[in-house]
């Protein structure tokens, strides 16, 4: 009868087993295979070869090119990386409620695409250069966060959560707060959002940065 190595539970013959050497080889080769780095074309040729992942699995997908690793429930990207979005055009609005797009800008929403890592939270940082037409206007910056890139919103733009400058004067204001509670492997979106107060907010070299957290 094999017995299994005390880490990895790998089978090895013993002097009274049968001398086939075949089979000894097999089920070595079927007790390693699982633990290997596995590849495949995507998920979906993942998921169809794959049918009882085992915790601590870890495969490459070369759609899109991503160490995957298996956490006991879901396939999660390993190490994800931070998404950043940026915009150096200027652009204004006099809105008091919250717009993505900014008049006399180019290349907006600034919006930064992601997929919820396995913890299922994401830090979100954004900024820009403020300024105000009015001395006693304030300008907010924030962002929406959607499922995928549709409309639905699961955190909105909020005062709470928004980089802030009060004047005429520019200055350079940003901002980060933590989202949680997003579906692990799931597409969003962190779209920026202007608004203020009273008189014309401009905004210029305006930045989304969001980062993944484990």
């Known amino acids: ?61 070369s759609t899109p090119k991503q160490y995957w690793y298996y956490t006991g429930s879901v396939w999660a990207q390993l190490a994800p990386a931070p998404v950043h979005k940026a915009n150096a055009t200027s652009g204004t609005t006099t809105s008091t409620a919250f717009v993505e797009t900014l008049t006399g800008s180019t290349g907006d929403p600034t919006a930064a695409a992601f997929t919820a890592p396995a913890s299922g939270s994401v830090l979100v940082s954004l900024g820009s250069r403020i300024s105000n037409s009015a001395a006693a206007g304030t300008c907010l910056m924030s962002a929406n966060v959607r499922a995928g890139s549709g409309s639905t919103v699961v955190l909105a733009a909020a005062d709470a959560r928004s980089a802030i400058s009060t004047g005429t004067g520019q200055v350079s204001g ?10 692990p492997n799931s597409a969003y979106t962190a779209t920026a959002a202007y608004r203020c107060t009273s008189g014309t907010a401009t905004f210029m070299y305006r930045f989304v940065t969001v980062t993944p957290v484990n």
């Open 174 to 183: 940003s901002t980060q707060y933590l989202v949680t509670g997003l579906t």
């Open 1 to 61: 009868m094999a017995l299994l190595t005390p880490l990895g539970s790998l089978p090895y013959p013993q002097p009274a087993d049968a001398a086939n050497i075949p089979v000894h080889i097999q089920s070595l080769a079927e007790a390693v295979d699982g633990r290997t780095v596995l590849r495949f074309a995507d998920s979906a040729a993942r998921d169809t070869k794959v049918t009882a992942p085992v915790a601590g699995m870890l495969c490459w997908l």
